[in-house]
């Protein structure tokens, strides 16, 4: 079987820790060339992991025979990217935030439809063994109708690439909530079966720009010849509700900073059942039931999975077998809409109120 060839937009952080390393693990895919408009970087990674093409301007990637495009670039590049990939022949795999509006997401989605080509959000929280429990048990209806839930990723130092581009907002379009809150809002819309919102409320916060320290992402050796600045114009926090058409709520908070508790946690709260997973306790996974009329708290053991590596096998399975991705355009789209509706709910200070 001819391996499929694979071209990574992006050599920072996120490529160098995930997608160039299980892409080169997977014996059906050949990662082909690289491209990044660090020349210094560019040749030290493609050096490091034995990749033969090279490339500074992205618009050269999608000219190649590739199968797959993996986009790992500065935000405000993935729509576009994506959309020129698919219109040049490539199954495309995208790092969060997919889109930075719904308008952004939706043509994505019609790219896709058109072209024939599978894309699908670089999102490993749900290839996580915790994922996957609870999202069997909601498809088997064991926590009956889920009416509300919580959502936090919080870090108390944990500003990445501080003067680059994540805290700089034409490249990022904003901060932690693309960041790391898209992870945790992307999930909780997966297992909740994707609610349609109506109503939204957010607020951010920027009170660390003059004391901010770098939180240690990309790491340190990943930077090679990266120049750092000193901007910092994106929130350091963001919050915020949202209202689903089904009756259902969600709450959801993500931080760099803050002097708080940390870690990345999601409830659940069902008529049947309830979860919640924390990334701090042990164990991290409870379920929340009852069995005769006992209240019940049960723990399940988790495997060790790389959600990484799976992702990336789940994606080939796709193109081999014809499978559409596990994000679907609706959740996509749901996803991007609720995240460009906080902003301006939090820019706005008033509800943002959905239409269909």
Aim: proline share 5%; hydrophobic share 35%; charged share 25%.
């Amino acid at each position: 079987m001819e391996k499929l060839k694979v071209g990574i937009i992006g050599a920072g952080g996120i490529s160098q820790v995930a997608h160039i390393p299980n892409f080169q693990k997977i014996e059906e895919t050949e990662v082909a060339c690289i491209c990044d408009i660090n020349k210094e970087k560019l040749d030290a990674i493609a050096d490091k992991f034995k990749i033969p093409g090279k490339f500074t301007r992205w618009e050269d990637v999608i000219k190649e025979q590739l199968d797959i495009v993996v986009i790992a670039s500065p935000n405000v590049f993935h729509k576009e990217q994506a959309v020129q990939s698919m219109e040049n022949g490539k199954h495309v795999l995208c790092e969060k935030p997919l889109a930075l509006t719904g308008k952004e997401a939706d043509e994505i989605i019609k790219t896709a439809k058109k072209t024939g080509k599978k894309f699908m959000g670089a999102f490993p929280q749900r290839f996580t063994s915790h994922a996957y429990v609870i999202k069997k048990m909601v498809e088997k209806g064991e926590f009956g109708n889920i009416y509300y839930a919580k959502a936090s990723y919080l870090r108390r130092r944990g500003i990445p690439g501080l003067g680059g581009w994540f805290t700089t907002k034409k490249l990022s379009g904003g901060g932690p909530l693309l960041d790391v809150g898209v992870h945790i809002l992307d999930l909780v819309v997966y297992l909740m079966g994707c609610p349609e919102p109506e109503t939204v409320m957010g607020t951010t916060f920027n009170k660390f720009k003059d004391s901010a320290t770098d939180g240690g992402w990309p790491p340190s050796e990943s930077r090679i010849g990266d120049r750092m600045g000193k901007t910092f114009d994106v929130e350091d926090l963001a919050s915020g509700f949202v209202q689903f058409k089904n009756g259902g709520s969600l709450f959801i908070e993500a931080s760099w900073a803050g002097n708080s508790e940390t870690g990345l946690k999601i409830s659940l709260f069902g008529t049947k059942s309830g979860a919640q997973y924390s990334s701090s306790d042990t164990p991290p996974l409870k379920i929340f039931s009852e069995m005769d009329g006992v209240l019940t708290d049960i723990s399940p053991v988790l495997a060790n999975v790389d959600s990484y590596l799976e992702e990336a096998k789940h994606f080939v399975e796709c193109i081999r077998k014809d499978k559409e991705p596990i994000t679907s355009p609706k959740e996509i789209i749901t996803v991007a809409k609720i995240i460009e509706a906080l902003y301006k709910s939090a820019e706005t200070k008033k509800p943002v109120h959905l239409a269909s």
